[in-house]
């Protein structure tokens, strides 16, 4: 293949346990790629924001795939509060995920871990949402759908949160709905 054309994007973690391309059995060419730890798309971010850019603008993939994992490290670290050295100041942004819900990870008692999980990727599919790059490319009526998933290391399944949006009027609903789906279960 001279040039790629992949439908889909990725943005997962770092972790050497999710390896993008495994997970959903496509071959090279099929699936572009951002990882970081623990699945963050900041608005500051110009790696990711340019990988955003580059998928949306120029290769046009038609879906964007925020995944998560149970058991992420840098998931139990932000929950914890532990210190790790400079990639502290990489997981404010999941402490400021977990102290936006207090409640919801209150009510999952003992999985709080592995539901701030859910709820970042949540969070995080959101964000790829409100950047001006997705906003623009509905605006001009492209089609791009954004997509929430979180990956068990345990069973090596793939689930669906719920989160399926195709244009910037549903997204906001959509995480309201999808966030109280992870309270109520
Ligand atoms: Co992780």
Request: charged share 20%; net charge negative; aromatic share 6%.
């Given at each position: ?10 943005i ?26 623990a699945n963050l798309v900041v ?23 925020v995944?998560g ?28 995920v ?22 970042n990727v949540l969070e995080q599919a959101f964000n790829v ?19 929430a ?37």
């Amino acid at each position: 293949m001279a040039q790629q054309s992949p439908r889909y994007l990725w943005i997962g973690c770092a972790d050497s346990r999710v390896p993008a391309n495994e997970i959903v059995d496509l071959a090279p060419g099929e699936l572009f790629v951002h990882r970081n730890v623990a699945n963050l798309v900041v608005h500051t971010d110009l790696n990711c924001l340019s990988v955003l850019q580059y998928a949306v603008d120029v290769l046009k993939v038609q879906d964007i795939i925020v995944t998560g994992h149970y058991g992420c490290g840098g998931i139990a670290a932000a929950l914890a509060g532990s210190s790790f050295g400079l990639i502290d100041n990489w997981l404010r942004h999941v402490q400021d995920v977990r102290d936006h819900h207090p409640e919801e990870l209150a009510a999952a008692g003992p999985n709080a871990a592995d539901r701030l999980c859910e709820i970042n990727v949540l969070e995080q599919a959101f964000n790829v949402c409100r950047t001006t790059i997705v906003k623009d490319a509905w605006d001009r009526g492209q089609k791009l759908a954004v997509n929430a998933w979180i990956y068990s290391l345990a069973d090596g399944l793939v689930r669906d949160l719920s989160f399926c949006a195709t244009g910037e009027v549903d997204s906001g609903k959509l995480r309201q709905e999808a966030l109280r789906k992870l309270t109520v279960g």
